[in-house]
């Protein structure tokens, strides 16, 4: 990654697709999905065989950049605990979603470890990747744990026995996800494949994109899609139980550079996707069809000098819908946080940070957008007002993750620094 610095100014929403007028493109859907209807579907898949040992691509080696960390950060700690279990960059964090009272984090180490967020103890640890562990995630009802390494070796672990229930290997792993409502896992690999098995029984179907990594990707929240994004800048939304594309967005639709993040709303009727290329997309998953263009650019031109004629680079790095306002918020690597109003097309606030966004997550229930970025900071924003409501320090180096209790009240983050740390962030006002 590279650290591109400045805020940008100026903003321009791109055009409607085709001559489409999108006068109300997001409507709120309170009601969630019955997760039993939900894993039923998900039984009724017909799973075929996967094929056998998956060839392993060969090794890479992940590095992380310090840019944008700053002399003497670490005089400041404002966590309340710190898991110091990793000897090498921890590039991954998630929460249990039951409780959010464990964490499994996974680092440049070939390690992953559960611990609890209340203390720092450790319960296990996920033993036997042979690459840096970049996906780690607990099931929906926080009784599975899945670690992934880049080299393609996923593993499936009880968290009541602490022992391995399922592992299977692919190509180069490049994201991992669980089913909002079943045990089933999903995982896109850099040949182009999105692989689907049940856990722990292991049956398994594969989704064929283009010969180019599926980059990122996302089941809906119904559980029946999900939509994948790919380094050749194309979308696919696929019907899982059929294991075929529904949509891909391709050609003017599609995004010019490869895809970084998609994100879903609460009722997944709409997908935001971002790419290098810089600009956001917003696509209704019903009809494939693109009903808006979100793109912030610098009106200062940065040039560097560390490479004859090579200008610093942006891209969006992390996005996602408020849950209870039309809002979507995109992060870019020049360190602009945006907050776009969904239903006029709109900026809405531009909020600055010194340096690269890595990640951003919406609070559950209300308009706070919390962010993380090179310089090792948490941020909370409020969306409406575009004012900075609070700032977390304590890592000495980059955030690279992190995650938000279900509650809100706690923020784990994970750092090039050897570190994850628990924040408290909860608000008088809550």
Same mark, same amino acid.
């Not at 039984?43 to 002399?71: H, K, N, R």
């Given at each position: 990654m590279e650290d591109a610095e400045g805020a940008v100014a100026g903003a321009q929403v791109g055009d409607f697709h085709g001559d489409e007028e999108i006068i109300e493109v997001l409507e709120l859907n309170d009601t969630?999905?019955?997760? *039993?209807? +939900?894993? /039923?579907?998900?039984? *009724?898949?017909?799973?075929?065989? @996967?094929? *056998?040992?998956?060839?392993? @691509?060969?090794?890479?080696?992940?590095?992380?950049?310090?840019?944008?960390?700053?002399? $003497?950060?670490?005089?400041?700690?404002?966590?309340? =605990?710190?898991?110091?279990?990793?000897?090498?960059?921890?590039?991954? =964090?998630? #929460?249990?979603?039951?409780?959010?009272?464990?964490?499994?984090? $996974?680092?440049e180490d070939d390690k992953a470890f559960v611990w609890r967020v209340s203390d720092g103890e450790l319960l296990f640890e996920c033993s036997g990747h042979k690459d840096s562990v970049t996906c780690a995630a607990f099931s929906h009802d926080s009784t599975l744990v899945a670690t992934g390494d880049m080299s393609g070796l996923l593993k499936v672990w009880s968290v009541e026995t602490k022992q391995e229930v399922w592992s299977f290997e692919v190509g180069d792993l490049e994201w991992m996800e669980w089913h909002p409502c079943a045990h089933v896992l999903l995982a896109g690999t850099a040949d182009g494949s999105s692989w689907m098995w049940k856990i722990p029984s292991g049956e398994c179907k594969t989704l064929q994109g283009p010969n180019c990594p599926a980059t990122c990707g996302q089941i809906l929240p119904d559980g029946k899609k999900a939509v994948v994004g790919y380094e050749d800048g194309t979308v696919r939304i696929w019907d899982l139980k059929q294991a075929s594309s529904d949509h891909v967005l391709k050609g003017q639709d599609s995004h010019q550079g490869p895809l970084t993040c998609v994100a879903s709303n609460k009722d997944g009727s709409?997908?935001?996707? &971002?790419?290098?290329?810089?600009?956001?997309?917003?696509?209704?998953?019903? /009809? $494939?069809?693109?009903?808006?263009?979100?793109?912030?650019?610098? /009106? =200062?031109?940065? @040039?560097?000098?560390?490479? @004859?004629?090579?200008?610093?680079? /942006?891209?969006?790095?992390? #996005? &996602?819908?408020?849950?209870?306002?039309?809002?979507?918020?995109? $992060? %870019? +690597?020049? &360190?602009?946080?945006?907050? %776009?109003?969904?239903?006029?097309?709109?900026?809405?606030?531009?909020?600055?940070?010194?340096?690269?966004?890595?990640?951003?997550?919406?609070?559950?229930?209300?308009?706070?957008? %919390?962010?993380?970025?090179?310089d090792g900071a948490v941020r909370l924003w409020d969306a409406r007002s575009g004012k900075m409501i609070s700032e977390y320090r304590g890592h000495s180096a980059e955030i690279l993750d992190f995650a938000v209790s279900k509650d809100a009240s706690t923020v784990v983050t994970a750092s090039g620094d050897h570190q994850a740390k628990v924040f408290c962030v909860q608000r008088p006002d809550r």
């Open positions: 969630d999905p019955d997760p *039993d209807d +939900l894993a /039923n579907d998900i039984e *009724d898949v017909d799973f075929e065989d @996967a094929a *056998d040992g998956a060839e392993l @691509a060969d090794d890479e080696e992940w590095e992380t950049e310090d840019e944008g960390v700053e002399e $003497g950060m670490e005089a400041q700690d404002d966590s309340e =605990v710190t898991f110091s279990k990793h000897t090498a960059s921890v590039f991954c =964090v998630s #929460l249990d979603p039951q409780q959010s009272a464990l964490a499994v984090t $996974g680092g709409m997908v935001l996707t &971002g790419s290098v290329d810089c600009s956001t997309k917003l696509v209704n998953t019903a /009809n $494939g069809k693109v009903v808006g263009i979100f793109k912030t650019e610098s /009106n =200062v031109s940065k @040039a560097s000098t560390r490479e @004859a004629g090579e200008t610093d680079s /942006n891209s969006v790095e992390s #996005l &996602g819908f408020c849950s209870v306002l039309p809002l979507a918020a995109v $992060g %870019y +690597l020049d &360190g602009t946080l945006a907050i %776009y109003d969904i239903s006029t097309q709109t900026l809405r606030h531009r909020c600055h940070h010194e340096s690269g966004i890595v990640q951003l997550l919406w609070e559950e229930s209300s308009a706070v957008v %919390y962010t993380c970025s090179l």
